[in-house]
């Protein structure tokens, strides 16, 4: 099969699904294959592919959005897929009985470790795509930071807030640290440690990870 759909890493994952939801594919199927099933996998994602006639090319799309058809596209990673699907008419070749929830309501929640799932949502400038923590996990990352004021070591503080740095910087993300630093130094001082927001590191610069498993570029 020349369509290429699999990715290779969370942050790739990320960046394909703000570029397609920035394309106006704003509803979505999320699918998580069972793990029992592994060595299915490929056989599983031709049939999906083909359910939705997901390998369709740049210009086939074009033609069917000018006809005011729905297009659907394809990926998966690890264990989990995605099935996304422009605004449209659903053509009748396509057997539509999976659930598809819409972008706008139901942002897409990505896990990329135990203790961090992260949303792609209408997060950016003017109301773009971009991608934040959850709140759970927001949460988390916040009581973390408050106990590390609490026990007084400021190179502690540091560190902690540094590996916020690890995730992408998405302007969602970016927002939520600016955050957690200004809460990091109010509890910081409230316990009497020389800490201000010039000693905590906001990685901004966004890196651009390869995103296919196969090197070819999807047309």
């Not at 369509?3 to 594919?25: D, F, I, K």
């Not at 539509?96 to 135990?114: K, L, N, Q």
Request: glycine content about 6%.
């Amino acid at each position: 099969m020349g369509y290429t759909y699999e990715v290779q890493n969370w942050q790739g994952l990320l960046q394909q699904l703000v570029n397609y939801m920035s394309l106006g594919y704003r509803k979505y199927c999320e699918v998580e294959y069972p793990e029992r099933k592994r060595e299915q996998f490929s056989a599983i994602d031709r049939k999906i592919i083909a359910k939705y006639h997901a390998d369709k090319s740049k210009d086939q799309r074009s033609r069917l959005k000018k006809k005011r058809f729905a297009n659907f596209v394809f990926m998966r990673w690890d264990k989990y897929a995605w099935i996304l699907q422009s605004p449209g008419v659903i053509r009748d070749d396509i057997v539509y009985d999976d659930i598809f929830h819409s972008f706008t309501v139901r942002p897409i929640e990505v896990r990329v470790g135990p203790e961090t799932l992260l949303v792609v949502g209408l997060f950016g400038r003017n109301g773009g795509v971009s991608v934040k923590i959850s709140k759970e996990t927001y949460r988390n990352v916040r009581a973390g930071l408050m106990e590390a004021a609490y026990s007084g070591d400021r190179k502690r503080c540091i560190r902690e807030f540094n590996k916020l740095n690890g995730l992408p910087a998405w302007h969602g993300i970016v927002e939520q640290k600016v955050r957690l630093a200004e809460c990091l130094v109010k509890q910081a001082r409230s316990h009497q440690m020389n800490l201000s927001k010039k000693d905590l590191r906001i990685c901004t610069r966004r890196k651009v990870y390869p995103v296919w498993k196969d090197r070819e570029r999807r047309k």
